[in-house]
Each structure stands twice: as C-alpha cells, then as structure tokens.
C-alpha cells in the first residue's frame, strides 16, 4: 500500500465519521489531492461522470481512461450513413475534457484488480483509485452466429460502436448498383438504442428513394415486435412505400449464418442474398466490465440503482449500456443521466453521506427523413432495487401528429445532440 492511499484512506475515514452534509475534506488539500476516481471509458457516460465529479469537488482527482483519441457519437450516424452529414460531425476529441481538470489517459485499460484497486493500461502504466466507474459500452457476443467472424464483421459492419464502420457502409451503399437489396438484422433485446436498426432502414430508404429507387431495404428481426413500430411503420407507409421490408421472428426474421464469400444472410426460413448488409449482433456490456468482474452470467452488470455500484464488487460503479437499469433504454440520455447520480452518489459515499434516491430520464430521437423524426422519453425512479418508470412514464410521439410536428421533432432532435455532446465534451 503506498503512502499516498493511506492518507487518502485516512482521509475517507474521518470524512465518513464527520457525516456532514458537505463533502469534507481538509480544507488545507489542493486541486486533485483527494480521493481517486478512475473512469473506464470516455464515451457519453464516462465523460459525463468525469466531468460531474469535477464540478462536484475540484478536490477529488478524476482520471478518465479512454481507449481512442477520437470518440465518434453513435446518435445521428444513421445519417452520416446516407450521406445526409458527415462522419467530424460525430467526432469529438478530449482537449476541453483536459482543460476542465480531468486526467485524461488515451490508452486502453487492460487489466483491474479489485483488490489492489488498480487499472493496468495498455500503455503499461497503472493507475490507483478509490473508486472506479466503469463505462465502457458495448461489445458483441463472440460465436452467436455462424459465419460472422472478423472479416464479416468488417465486410457487413454493424456501425454501432465503431466509427470507421460508419464510414465503410455509407461507402458501401454509394458504390452500390440500382436495384440491390440492403439486409440489416436487429438483435433481441436488451440492446443499445433499440429504435437505431429500423432509424438506419429508414435513413437509407430516403437515400435509396433520392439516388437508387428500384433497391430495396429489408430488415431481419429477432423480434415480435419493435419499439414505436406503429409509428416507424406508418412513416414508411407515408414515405417509402414498398422500399422497406420488415421480417418479424414469427416470419422467419431470426438470422441463423452468414456467409460472407456471397454476402448472403440465412434465417429459419429463407436465405437473403445482399448488396450492402449490416449486421447488428446480440450484444454484452464491453469487455472492460469482464476485466473488472462485474459482469454476471446474462452479459451485463447488476447494481444499486442508487449508487449504481456494482453488486459483484465493491467500491466499482457501472454506468450506460453496460449496467442493468431496469426499465431504462440503453441510450446516450441514459448515460449522461446516470453518469450524474453516480457522481453525485460518490461524493455522498466519500463524504460518508448517504445516496439520495434519484430521478433519470431518457430520451431518444429516431430520424426517419431529414425533415421527420418521432421521439421516445421516459422518467424513471427506483423501486425494488430497480428502475422503474416513474409519472408521466414513457411518452412517445402521437401517432396522429401532423408533418409539422414531425420537422419540429428533427429540429428538437438535432438540438438534443448538439446539447449532450456540447455538456459532455466542451
Ligand atoms: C445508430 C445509433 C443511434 C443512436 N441514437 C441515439 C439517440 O438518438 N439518442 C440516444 O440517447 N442514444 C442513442 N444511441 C445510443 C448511445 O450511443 C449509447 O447508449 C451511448 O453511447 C452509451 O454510452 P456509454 O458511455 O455507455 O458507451 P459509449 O458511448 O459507447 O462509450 C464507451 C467508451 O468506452 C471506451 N472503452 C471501451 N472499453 C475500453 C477500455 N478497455 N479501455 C478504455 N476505453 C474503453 C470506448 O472506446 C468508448 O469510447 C444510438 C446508438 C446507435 C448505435
């Protein structure tokens, strides 16, 4: 144990036997030289939660572990994808995370010790902490489907947590022929932004519809059902009719193999031979929840909904995708909500206070034409140690809403954006 953790737990110590309101660390302490917090991943909750710890107490030393240089934001891809904006659009770097006082480690972790209290990064070094937040998305399950290996994922990117993929499928469907099928294939649920397969279909039907109108799209679903389907289903009604084909499980939709020599997509019942395909596979919290041992055997990382500190390993939170929250999307929304209260709870914990129940929202825009979005938002509190929806509930988009009404949402769409990538990268 070195010098500097002793003091830090001495420090932890007489705050927690203080139990003031305020956070209660020696006034005589600088900037940073409080308790350690590491902070795997910089995407919407990792840097939201770094940033929330900040503003919180200057005192408590932040440092934010993120694998690239250079997030790319999955929200509004779908239209980089169809050409309709461009990839630095999505893009932000971590120089304004920096100049708010945050440590800022572009390396990816490879290792924790929840025992020791230590991340070990890529770069050989290895970080200290108090308490670790660990955010780190989503990764897919290796070995579901058949012929889906590297190369595949590569050839028929999901375009869901990687930025090149984006700009590998916008390639893919501007080299395309008039008159080719696009597959994409939906997961079952739980999955990141649940409405983003059937957004993408939707997106690249107008480019199809503009650029090449006698292709189609067509999506494979492990599904029954989809989130807003009535209201994703009359839009394309509206705007695309006969483009998008929509394949329930019931139909035949569940993907069985790939095969990527002839870029064909089997299901149960039929085999679909594609253009451009993109495959969305059954998903897991990203591999930095296994290095830490918070994952459970479903794939994804059970916590206190009031703290969300793991309940596999103490002193580590789990935050965004990777966390189980109960009714709560898997959304960027989600995240920088979440990321909050998990600050908030850390400096409770630090300060020997306890977390108070918190109140999240989500909300989630999906685009279907660049003048036409629908929306999904839900408040949620906790109950039976989970989050629940809480009043006014979830409420989504009237199904008998005029067109203005659709551009209104765009609009609120593309200011949602810019708002949370502005409060979470500067
Ligand atoms: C097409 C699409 C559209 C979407 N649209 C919306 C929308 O309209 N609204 C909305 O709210 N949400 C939307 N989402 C969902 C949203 O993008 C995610 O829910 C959100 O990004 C989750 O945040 P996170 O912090 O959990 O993960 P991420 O934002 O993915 O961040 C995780 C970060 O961790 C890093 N990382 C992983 N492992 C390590 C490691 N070992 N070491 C260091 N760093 C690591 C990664 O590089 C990444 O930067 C959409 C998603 C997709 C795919």
Not at 220 to 225: F, I, M, P, V
Not at 239 to 253: A, T
Not at 383 to 400: C, F, L, R, T
Request: aromatic share 6%; with cysteine; charged share 20%.
């Amino acid at each position: 144990m070195t010098g500097a953790r002793v003091h830090r737990r001495q420090l932890l110590k007489s705050a927690a036997a203080a139990g003031a309101a305020a956070v209660c660390f020696a006034p005589a302490l600088a900037q940073g030289t409080g308790p350690r917090v590491v902070i795997i991943g910089g995407g919407f909750g990792g840097t939201g939660c770094a940033r929330a710890l900040r503003q919180a107490d200057p005192r408590i030393a932040v440092t934010l572990v993120e694998a690239n240089a250079t997030y790319t934001a999955p929200p509004q891809s779908n239209a980089v994808i169809a050409g309709l904006m461009e990839l630095n659009h999505q893009q932000f770097g971590y120089n304004r995370v920096k100049a708010a006082g945050i440590e800022v480690a572009i390396s990816a972790a490879t290792a924790v010790d929840p025992e020791k209290r230590t991340v070990t990064l890529a770069n050989g070094s290895t970080l200290s902490y108090d308490r670790l937040v660990v955010s780190p998305g989503i990764d897919f399950r290796a070995g579901t489907i058949p012929g889906y290996d590297r190369t595949a994922a590569e050839t028929m990117p999901s375009a869901f947590n990687n930025g090149a993929e984006i700009t590998t499928l916008r390639r893919q469907l501007e080299a395309m022929d008039d008159g080719g099928t696009v597959v994409i294939t939906s997961p079952a649920n739980p999955a990141r932004c649940p409405p983003a397969p059937y957004e993408r279909a939707s997106l690249i039907a107008h480019y199809l519809k503009t650029r090449k109108p006698r292709s189609k799209v067509i999506v494979l679903d492990q599904k029954e059902s989809f989130t807003m389907q009535k209201l994703f289903e009359a839009a394309w009604q509206e705007l695309y009719p006969g483009l998008i084909e929509w394949v329930g499980l019931s139909n035949g939709g569940a993907l069985s193999a790939v095969e990527l020599a002839t870029k064909t997509i089997a299901t149960d019942f039929d085999k679909y031979k594609a253009a451009v395909a993109s495959i969305i596979p059954p998903q897991k919290a990203g591999h930095a929840a296994d290095l830490a041992g918070v994952a459970d055997r479903t794939g994804w990382c059970p916590v206190d909904p009031l703290t969300f500190e793991s309940r596999l390993q103490k002193n580590i939170h789990v935050i965004g995708d990777a966390a189980i929250a109960g009714a709560m999307p898997r959304s960027a929304s989600a995240a920088q909500s979440q990321s909050r209260i998990c600050a908030a709870a850390i400096v409770a914990l630090f300060a020997g206070r306890k977390a108070e129940a918190p109140t999240l929202t989500s909300s989630c825009y999906s685009l279907i034409a660049p003048d036409y979005a629908i929306s999904q938002r839900g408040t949620y509190r906790p109950a039976d140690d989970q989050y629940v929806e809480a009043p006014p509930g979830v409420v989504i988009s009237p199904a008998d809403a005029p067109r203005t009404a659709r551009k209104d949402e765009a609009q609120q769409a593309d200011n949602w954006f810019r708002t949370i990538t502005s409060e979470t990268f500067g």
